[in-house]
T-cell receptor, first 111, second 111 residues
Framework: ETGVTQTPRHLVMGMTNKKSLKCEQH?????MYWYKQSAKKPLELMFV???????ENNSVPSRFSPECPNSSHLFLHLHTLQPEDSALYLC??????????FGAGTRLSVL | GQQVMQIPQYQHVQEGEDFTTYCNSS?????IQWYKQRPGGHPVFLIQ?????EVKKQKRLTFQFGEAKKNSSLHITATQTTDVGTYFC???????????FGSGTRLQVQP
């Protein structure tokens, strides 16, 4: 148990669906991250939030929409995804510039 | 953009053999971290190197940071089946908050 909880662990969705991934950290950290992990790009940084403010968006398509209501919670809202978006989505948290603690991930399949 | 190149992509060894993975950056890093991801798991922090020429050991694992702070290596002596997994380096440059992960080296250990 790393102190970072992701739900759901598995998700299957159609291309027209809207779903959300949730991440919660119990470590008192002030930075949270979304990563995409696939066979093509093992650990691809998507978004970074520091003190609830988005500080990085690595050219992620608008069909992925992050939300960080407070320093402990991070969401990734998904809509009209493509089959190539199927991957493991990992959330991580850290104190700024420090060690990252990862959640177990959400395995997403887009049909 | 800035990248961290990691080699090899994959290595298969007999139990008891040594293993090394290498990371290189074209520009000077502020620091570098190493993570291990077991099959089906999530990345777990191993160590952080900050100083030029730094060498750190954790039991059979030896981590090095180059004098120019552009390269790093992880060496495992006498591998065991518990070493199986993917090893990632992650570099940070001055002025950038987020880490950039290498592509990882997947280690398979034959008993």
């Amino acid at each position: 148990e790393t102190g970072v909880t992701q739900t759901p662990r598995h998700l299957v969705m159609g291309m027209t669906n809207k779903k959300s991934l949730k991440c919660e950290q119990h470590l008192g950290h002030n930075a949270m991250y979304w990563y995409k992990q696939s066979a093509k790009k093992p650990l691809e940084l998507m978004f970074v939030y520091n003190f609830k403010e988005q500080t990085e968006n690595n050219s992620v398509p608008s069909r992925f929409s992050p939300e960080c209501p407070n320093s402990s919670h991070l969401f990734l809202h998904l809509h009209t995804l493509q089959p190539e978006d199927s991957a493991l989505y990992l959330c991580a948290s850290s104190q700024i510039k420090n060690i990252q603690y990862f959640g177990a991930g959400t395995r997403l399949s887009v049909l | 953009g800035q990248q961290v190149m990691q080699i090899p992509q994959y290595q298969h060894v007999q139990e008891g053999e040594d293993f090394t993975t290498y990371c290189n950056s074209s520009t000077t890093l502020s620091n570098i971290q190493w993570y291990k991801q077991r099959p089906g798991g999530h990345p777990v922090f191993l160590i952080q190197l900050v100083k030029s020429g730094e060498v750190k050991k954790q039991k059979r694992l030896t981590f090095q940071f180059g004098e120019a702070k552009k390269n790093s290596s992880l060496h495992i002596t006498a591998t065991q089946t518990t070493d199986v997994g993917t090893y990632f380096c992650a570099g940070r440059w001055t002025g950038r908050r987020a880490l950039t992960f290498g592509s990882g080296t997947r280690l398979q250990v034959q008993p």
